[in-house]
């Protein structure tokens, strides 16, 4: 019997999408199918989504990632999550911690005994039932200790932050270790079927001719395959999420090394600060509608905890999602696939979740299309569903603002909103009530802590809790409080951690 020819998948664009999917791809796939990436060193990748969330765990264990070298590799720091300043008023902070609140112990969930008391006054503010959010607080940090049950220690839920180029480039010595061909250059012509529609290949200025059977596209804003190529379209959001320009600067470090993100609310955006070993990333996302780029970019320098070590750069986006992801044989990841600000740290993660669904439903190349479109619709409609539903929590925090000071925050939160996200502030404001759908990716332990953060004021609690008495639940509240305050109390510092596990060489090797 003869065989059929090796099928093979080519990657086009590098970059931190580029070398996660052809990581991933190449670990998963064990060497039965051929993988080219494509990438220009003439073409610059964005390279500023330094933070995580914690899912990206899990990406590295599926490539047997080392935690420890993979930090030293990429100067990363750890995450607890995220500080919100000047979101709700003007002065106001929270934090969005990663993991678990409290402990469950009645008929429902701890916030609910926590809103009946806290109203009263016979409650701690929701940070202190939070072991990220205290040990961030006293910039701690250490991983879940799995051998101590029940336990704060053991419910430790942590990401990282990390150089973007460097885990790009880690992921690329991975990768091609594993078998990845990278070709170098830069793509001049996409050749496509004249038949299907399918791209049969890419040229390159070299006149190298690339064919494959299945193409990522990993090219970024300019979507090369998914739209100059099949003209996909696009589904703006700019009427939810105004935010179009950022500036990107890095800056010196400076002591404590915090163990989280920080996102302060300016007068018409907000500015990143992302600790890394080497240096702190920083970014100024603005609207340009309220704001000139010159003033926002003002702005940034002049809130820097260190001095700058490059001049500010500027990017342009349009929030929204292309209108498929997968269209005929290409599938588009990253950036080519649609854009949220990073207000919640989900770019890398959205890239994570696409090369997850790529695989779970990766073509059946025997078949007579490889892909059926049934397939491919219902791989578009996860995409879409999950991206709608990360905008929307993105959105809950422009919305839930009660900023007087400027018109950008006004306008803000008098735009109309998703009825999705409407539906669950309703929810929300009338019980208390968290509505998660359809494992959604921000759980109901996240909205709770932006809806409280933000001063969202709930009519009810939830009836069961009355069920208990008064002086078993405050008795209950309290000890929850206490653990985690004597747990916090024997972690070591971040930086004591980092030096002890992760310290990676002062400089980074750019060679």
């Known amino acids: ?96 911690g990663f993991g678990t609140l409290g402990q469950d112990m009645w008929t429902v969930r701890f916030d609910q005994y926590w809103q009946k008391y806290v109203k009263q006054g016979k409650a701690r503010p929701l940070e202190e039932y939070s072991i990220t959010r205290m040990a961030a607080k006293a910039n701690k940090f250490m991983p879940a200790n799995h051998e101590i049950p029940n336990s704060p220690l053991n419910q430790i839920a942590h990401a990282y932050h990390f150089d973007a180029s460097l885990y790009a480039r880690y992921l690329s010595r991975l990768a091609q270790g594993r078998g990845v061909l990278r070709t170098e250059g830069k793509i001049t012509e996409v050749v496509q079927n004249s038949e299907t529609g399918d791209i049969d290949a890419v040229v390159l200025e070299s006149g190298q001719r690339i064919g494959g059977d299945l193409f990522i596209d990993c090219s970024g804003f300019r979507g090369l395959l998914i739209e100059q190529t099949l003209k996909t379209g696009f589904e703006d959001w700019s009427h939810y999420l105004p935010c179009d320009r950022a500036f990107a600067v890095p800056c010196a470090s400076v002591s404590p090394l915090l163990p989280y993100t920080r996102s302060t609310a300016h007068r018409a955006g907000w500015q990143w600060r992302i600790p890394l070993q080497h240096r ?55 950036l080519s696939s649609g854009f949220l600000e990073p207000l919640e740290s989900t770019s890398i993660h959205l890239i994570q979740t696409a090369i997850a669904r790529l695989i779970n439903f990766f073509p059946s190349f025997a078949a007579q299309n490889g892909t059926s479109e049934i397939e491919k619709t219902e791989y578009n409609r996860q995409a879409r569903f999950e991206i709608e539903r990360i905008r929307d929590f993105v959105i809950l925090h422009y919305k839930l603002n009660q900023r007087e000071d400027s018109e950008f925050w006004k306008a803000c939160a008098n735009m109309p909103i998703p009825d999705s996200l409407q539906h669950k502030m309703d929810l929300y404001r009338a019980s208390g009530r968290v509505l998660r759908v359809d494992d959604e990716l921000f759980a109901e332990v996240g909205w709770l802590q932006v809806f409280e953060g933000q001063n969202m004021p709930t009519e009810r609690y939830h009836p069961l809790v009355d069920l208990q008495s008064e002086t078993d639940t405050i008795a209950y509240l309290e000890s929850v409080r206490e653990v985690i305050a004597k747990c916090v109390h024997v972690m070591p510092t971040h930086e004591a951690y980092i030096a002890k596990h992760c310290k990676a060489a002062r400089y980074p090797n750019d060679a």
């Open 280 to 334: 702190i990333g920083n970014g100024h996302v603005f609207c340009s509608a309220y704001m000139g780029e010159d003033e926002a970019a003002s702005i940034l320098l002049g809130n820097l905890d260190g001095a700058a070590l490059a001049e500010p750069r500027l990017l342009k986006f349009t929030t929204g999602m292309r209108k498929k992801s997968w269209n005929k044989n290409v599938v588009a990841i990253g």
């Open 1 to 96: 019997m003869a065989h059929t020819h090796r099928k093979k998948i080519v990657i086009v664009g590098g970059g931190t999408a580029g070398w996660m999917s052809a990581a991933a791809l190449v670990t998963v796939l064990r060497g039965h199918y051929d993988i080219q990436l494509v990438e220009s060193d003439d073409i610059g990748i964005v390279g500023v989504g330094e933070a995580t969330i914690p899912m990206i765990q899990r990406f590295n264990q599926v490539l047997e990632i080392d935690e420890h070298e993979f930090i030293r590799e990429t100067q990363g720091t750890f995450k607890l999550g995220i500080e919100f300043v000047n979101w709700g008023r003007l002065g106001d902070r929270y934090m969005h």
